[in-house]
């Protein structure tokens, strides 16, 4: 009988690490000894997190990155290395809301939220491909979709096309980087406490209503959200690719 793989220990790009799901991917992963590259459009906050993963005695990068200015992505990518060594993980935790209705939304606010939730998993994916490839066996890639692809939201509409979007792409990246070996699959949180949410959630009518959606009670901690996508990473899930799993409290199961 043939020894199980070990999981990689390779590196893992995560954008949005400085807060929240991403931060959260990050430690997760250090935890299990993955070097992590955390890029954020807040640069500080991205190098303290990357301290916090260091912590865990892996090699840890902060770095401040536009994840909509695609021709910093090859710097982004070489002081990554530099420090990873390799880079056989990405995980896309960059995202941004942008509440308005859709009679209300201009041009700019659609654009602004496609281009950070879904171009540039797109984008990011393209210039990491060559670096995944080289780091394999094992790469993979894990983006950060949401139930609301899965399910309309009145004040939502760039954000939830953007997030379907998100689930066509992993579909896509899958089929194409499987060629290579490379897996691609996607996660749809629900309501996860995080920076995000937190305006509902300090509004007591606003976060009873929510929780009353939630069959378990309560909004996600990042980490619930950052050990699934470990999970993905991981050669654990070697057989799994194009795949969307759920981590939303068993919200979309009763909507």
């Known amino acids: 009988m043939t020894s199980p793989v070990p999981s990689p220990t390779t590196g ?36 303290r997190v990357a301290a916090e993963a260091a912590e865990a005695g892996v090699a840890a990068v902060g770095l401040g990155v536009d994840v909509t200015d695609s021709a910093a992505f090859a710097n982004a990518v070489m002081s990554s290395k530099e420090t990873m060594s390799s880079i056989g993980g990405f995980v896309h935790a960059a995202g941004i809301s942008g509440p308005m209705p859709v009679d209300l939304l201009d041009e700019s606010s659609w ?4 281009d950070v939730n879904l171009r540039a998993e797109a984008l990011i994916a393209k210039v990491l491909i060559p670096h995944l490839k080289e780091a394999n066996p094992g790469s993979a890639i894990v983006g950060i979709s949401s139930i609301e ?17 998100l689930l066509g792409l992993t579909r896509s990246l899958a089929h194409r980087l499987s060629f290579d070996g490379i897996r691609a699959n996607a ?7 995080t920076p995000m949410l937190a305006p509902v959630l300090a509004n007591e009518t606003w976060r009873t ?47």
């Not at 690490?17 to 640069?43: K, N």
């Not at 692809?149 to 979007?165: D, F, T």
């Not at 996660?187 to 406490?193: E, I, L, M, R, Y």
């Open 209 to 255: 209503t929510l929780m009353e959606r939630i069959p378990l009670g309560r909004a996600a901690a990042p980490a619930e959200v950052a050990k699934v996508v470990r999970f993905l990473l991981s050669d654990d899930a070697s057989y799994v690719t194009g795949a969307h799993l759920m981590v939303d409290g068993g919200m979309l199961a009763t909507s």
């Open 149 to 165: 692809g899965w399910v309309g939201s009145a004040l939502l509409p760039a954000y939830c096309s953007s997030k379907a979007g």
């Open 111 to 114: 654009d602004a939220v496609l």
């Open 187 to 193: 996660v749809c949180p629900g309501a996860v406490d």
């Open 12 to 47: 893992v790009v995560i954008t949005g690490g400085a807060s929240g799901i991403g931060r959260a991917c990050a430690l997760a992963l250090a935890e299990v000894g993955r070097p992590v590259a955390c890029w954020d459009l807040d640069g500080d906050a991205a190098e």
